[in-house]
């Protein structure tokens, strides 16, 4: 089994890895952290990562991590003031290790603190960081970014805030450069301001269980400044290497309305100091519907008479049960009127309380059901996402298209489809008070099949001092069924005992 898109594709005959954490607070409280892994091939995690007593969630991430990450550091805090000093090692999974940047170290100082007998804020943020690769352009970069806020507060309805940075970022570059290109530097300014308020209007309302609801719109308009500079002369090592100019507006509007009512299926508790632990009962006041909307106007672009308009970003929240939710998430681009990403979801809990603690955390959790479906369309640089090691710079050779098909540029590119649409829906359900069943699948919309699915039955013991989890699992990158046998006495924090 090879995947043809990342750099190393041999699979090695013995295959191993080292995983490990460790955090420890001193008498003076520093913090001292590390997280570190390992691996012998680059599809380790891929193919072998089950293997470890990882939670589901862990697991996941590290399975579809295009990096391993090792970290060591400590961390100190004194109330608004915070240092970090810390390592950050990668392992390259997609491309060759040998040009992967590593932070050797990166050094973190910030904080805020008002100024006395003035109503500014002063923020600051310092950061110091070497980066070495084996192969390619590495340096030391110094950042520093000191900030003066402004909180105001205008006619008594309408706050907002004001704020000036500038900023200073200075490197020594290691070879290959220049003589004169091995110190150079570039300096910015960013300036930020908003301005919003919140009105709210509370209205009398006995019908489906409620007793009042309260409508708040809050509108808000913002603007950022960040002049032109040049930056040809320095590398690229990260996000912070390249900050454009930025002349923007944005109007946002939030929608909100707030409910307060009293679960039917609740009944009083038959003792005083019963604890709920339902999510969807712990209040008689909940949110029913949000909505908000954003927008930004690009002043230079529409100067220059090109698009202008950001995508409008959308934020929908619907609870009108209180055990019931539809979510969704998205972005229009207003010039052709196209979502250009889209995620619902619908999820459904159980409202009747559950009473209960267990030592087990999945049988204190309510039953659910949950659907979701997100679309990504295609954009300039899709096809990165299917062919990271895609080299615009190389030429189109038949060799080269018969081993980066993705590359628009090669005849018959099959990268001529949106990014990703998958369906994803989860099953949490109590068969008994010790006994539950979890299901989850995965549906990859844009090819029509099913690209993975797992089932798990759990056993609670009547003394609830042990609990027993039988699972399957099907998965087709790498195409394998696994079957899945956990046995853990509770109280002595098993690090797997859910299910989650």
Known sequence: MVDRTIADQHIPKDRWSIIGTHRYTTASDWLTFSDFAAY???LFTRELIERFDLSGAIESNIRRSRFGESQFGVFKSWSDTFFKTEMNLYQDFIQPDKITLQRTPQVSFWGRRFLSNLPLEFRWRAEAVNYLRREGGDGFRLDLRPELFLPF???SHWVGSLGVAPRETAYHLYSPVKSNDHNVSRELVEM?????????????FDSFGLNQIK???EPELSYLFVPSVNQSRIPIMDGIDRVNRRNVVTLALANRVWGKSINPLLGAPSEQDTEFLNPVVTGPVRELASLRLALGYDIDKERKGGDSLTDLDIKLQLSPL???LIRYDGGVDPGAWKFTNSKTTLSIS???PITRRSLDPDFNQPNYFSLS???VRLGTNAFLAEDANVDLDAPATPAYCAAHVADPRCPGSSFNRNVGGSLNNTLFYHLTDNLLFTASSTYDALNSKFIGFRTATKILSSCECWSMTLGLKRDINPAKTSFRFDFNLLGLGSSKSSLK
Do not use: E, K, M, W
């Open 192 to 204: 930020r301001a908003n301005i919003g308020t919140s009105v709210s209007r509370l209205f009398g």
């Open 350 to 352: 159980d409202p009747r």
């Open 215 to 217: 409508h708040i719109v």
């Open 373 to 375: 479906y997100q679309v």
């Open 322 to 324: 209180n055990y019931l």
């Open 153 to 155: 507060r205008l006619a």
């Open 40 to 42: 012998r091939d680059d």
